[in-house]
C-alpha cells in the first residue's frame, strides 16, 4: 500500500479558520469558522474517515483484500470512497435517495459500490438511518468485511481532535462558546476535548434541526438536512460532550447558507447554515469581546441539484 506520505491523504486537515465580517450584528461576538469543505472531498468527515481506517490498520482488524462497509448521507460515504481508493480497499456503501445526488455521485466516482435504502418521499424519516445501519451490520457479519461503524466507532474522536487542537493553534484568543450540529457526534465530542483543555470554561453547544427536536424535546421527526438530526442518541455524544442543546429550524439553516455564499463568499451546505445561525444567536447573547467557533461542514457545490441555491 501506498505510504500517507506520498499520497493525497496529506492533503487532510489544517484548513483556514476565518471571522465573519458582513452578516455579524454590531453587537454581537466575534463568529469565526473552520473552513472544513477544503479538505479533498469537500467535508469534515475526511478526518475521521482516515482515522477510522488507519486505527483499524494498525489493529490489524482491516488488512489488504478486505472490503469496509458502511452506511452514509454521503460526505462519511465520500470520504471513506476516498480513503479507501488510496489505500486499494473495495468500499461497500448503503445510502438512501433521501440524500444529495451530488455525494451519491461522488461515491460512485471514487469507486464505491452503493446499495440506495428507499426513502419516504425524499425525506430523512425515523427509521431511514437504523434501516440503513440494519443492513451495514449484516453485511459487517463477514469475515472479510470491515464495518466502520461510524456512529459508536472511537477512532472517529481522533481524527476530530486534531481540528480541535488546529482550532486552538488558529484562534487569536480564548474560545467562548463552541457550537456544533449532532450526526455521529464525532466532530462535537472531539474537537470539545480539546478545547476544553485550553479553556475549561467554554461552552459547548450541541444543535439539532427544530422538525426533530429529539434532543431538546424527545421528539423524533423527518427532515431535510443531511448528516444530522439522525432520529436517535449517538453513542458518541455523552452528556460530557456538551453543555447545552438547541434547536434550528430548517428553513432558517436554509437561509444562513444562501445569505454565506452571498455575503461572506463561504459556499457550504445546509448544516453549515444551521452551525452559523446558532453562533450568531449564542454570540449575540454573549456580545462583543467574546469568541463563538463553528464549522463550515461541507461545500455547497454538493447541494446544487437539491434547491438549497436556487
Same mark, same amino acid.
Request: include cysteine.
Given at each position: 500500500?501506498?505510504?500517507?506520505?506520498?499520497?493525497?491523504?496529506?492533503?487532510?486537515?489544517?484548513?483556514?479558520?476565518?471571522?465573519?465580517?458582513?452578516?455579524?450584528?454590531?453587537?454581537?461576538?466575534?463568529?469565526?469558522?473552520?473552513?472544513?469543505?477544503?479538505?479533498?472531498?469537500?467535508?469534515?468527515?475526511?478526518?475521521?474517515?482516515?482515522?477510522?481506517?488507519?486505527?483499524?490498520?494498525?489493529?490489524?482488524?482491516?488488512?489488504?483484500?478486505?472490503?469496509?462497509?458502511?452506511?452514509?448521507?454521503?460526505?462519511?460515504?465520500?470520504?471513506?470512497?476516498?480513503?479507501?481508493?488510496?489505500?486499494?480497499?473495495?468500499?461497500?456503501?448503503?445510502?438512501?435517495?433521501?440524500?444529495?445526488?451530488?455525494?451519491?455521485?461522488?461515491?460512485?466516482?471514487?469507486?464505491?459500490?452503493?446499495?440506495?435504502?428507499?426513502?419516504?418521499?425524499?425525506?430523512?424519516?425515523?427509521?431511514?438511518?437504523?434501516?440503513?445501519?440494519?443492513?451495514?451490520?449484516?453485511?459487517?457479519?463477514?469475515?472479510?468485511?470491515?464495518?466502520?461503524?461510524?456512529?459508536?466507532?472511537?477512532?472517529?474522536?481522533?481524527?476530530?481532535?486534531?481540528?480541535?487542537?488546529?482550532?486552538? #493553534?488558529?484562534? %487569536? &484568543?480564548?474560545?467562548? +462558546?463552541? $457550537? *456544533?450540529?449532532?450526526?455521529?457526534?464525532?466532530? !462535537?465530542? =472531539?474537537?470539545?476535548?480539546?478545547?476544553?483543555?485550553?479553556?475549561?470554561?467554554?461552552?459547548?453547544?450541541?444543535?439539532?434541526?427544530?422538525?426533530?427536536?429529539?434532543?431538546?424535546?424527545?421528539?423524533?421527526?423527518?427532515?431535510?438536512?443531511?448528516?444530522?438530526?439522525?432520529?436517535?442518541?449517538?453513542?458518541?455524544?455523552?452528556?460530557?460532550?456538551?453543555?447545552?442543546?438547541?434547536?434550528?429550524?430548517?428553513?432558517?439553516?436554509?437561509?444562513?447558507?444562501?445569505?454565506?455564499?452571498?455575503?461572506?463568499?463561504?459556499?457550504?451546505?445546509?448544516?453549515?447554515?444551521?452551525?452559523?445561525?446558532?453562533?450568531?444567536?449564542?454570540?449575540? #447573547?454573549?456580545? %462583543? &469581546?467574546?469568541?463563538? +467557533?463553528? $464549522? *463550515?461542514?461541507?461545500?455547497?457545490?454538493?447541494? !446544487?441539484? =437539491?434547491?438549497?441555491?436556487?
Amino acid at each position: 500500500m501506498p505510504s500517507p506520505a506520498f499520497s493525497a491523504l496529506t492533503a487532510i486537515g489544517n484548513t483556514p479558520f476565518v471571522q465573519l465580517r458582513n452578516i455579524v450584528p454590531p453587537q454581537c461576538a466575534a463568529i469565526y469558522l473552520k473552513l472544513e469543505y477544503l479538505n479533498p472531498t469537500g467535508s469534515f468527515k475526511d478526518r475521521m474517515a482516515q482515522a477510522i481506517i488507519e486505527e483499524a490498520e494498525l489493529r490489524g482488524t482491516l488488512q489488504p483484500g478486505m472490503t469496509v462497509v458502511e452506511c452514509t448521507a454521503g460526505s462519511t460515504g465520500t470520504a471513506l470512497a476516498f480513503v479507501c481508493a488510496v489505500k486499494g480497499y473495495r468500499f461497500q456503501v448503503i445510502s438512501s435517495d433521501a440524500f444529495a445526488q451530488e455525494k451519491l455521485q461522488s461515491m460512485r466516482a471514487l469507486g464505491a459500490d452503493i446499495q440506495i435504502v428507499a426513502s419516504e418521499g425524499g425525506r430523512i424519516t425515523p427509521d431511514l438511518i437504523p434501516r440503513m445501519i440494519g443492513i451495514a451490520s449484516e453485511l459487517g457479519q463477514h469475515p472479510q468485511n470491515y464495518w466502520t461503524r461510524q456512529f459508536e466507532n472511537q477512532d472517529a474522536i481522533a481524527g476530530y481532535r486534531k481540528m480541535g487542537l488546529e482550532i486552538r #493553534q488558529q484562534c %487569536p &484568543g480564548p474560545v467562548n +462558546a463552541f $457550537v *456544533a450540529a449532532v450526526g455521529t457526534a464525532g466532530m !462535537l465530542t =472531539g474537537v470539545s476535548m480539546e478545547l476544553r483543555q485550553a479553556w475549561p470554561e467554554i461552552k459547548i453547544v450541541a444543535l439539532e434541526p427544530a422538525e426533530s427536536p429529539l434532543l431538546t424535546q424527545g421528539v423524533k421527526g423527518s427532515h431535510s438536512v443531511d448528516g444530522v438530526g439522525v432520529g436517535f442518541i449517538p453513542p458518541l455524544l455523552s452528556a460530557a460532550s456538551y453543555d447545552e442543546v438547541r434547536a434550528i429550524p430548517e428553513a432558517r439553516a436554509r437561509d444562513t447558507a444562501r445569505l454565506l455564499a452571498a455575503r461572506e463568499g463561504i459556499f457550504a451546505g445546509t448544516s453549515t447554515g444551521l452551525n452559523v445561525a446558532a453562533a450568531l444567536d449564542v454570540g449575540c #447573547q454573549l456580545g %462583543p &469581546g467574546y469568541i463563538v +467557533a463553528t $464549522v *463550515a461542514c461541507d461545500s455547497g457545490m454538493k447541494y !446544487l441539484a =437539491g434547491g438549497l441555491f436556487n
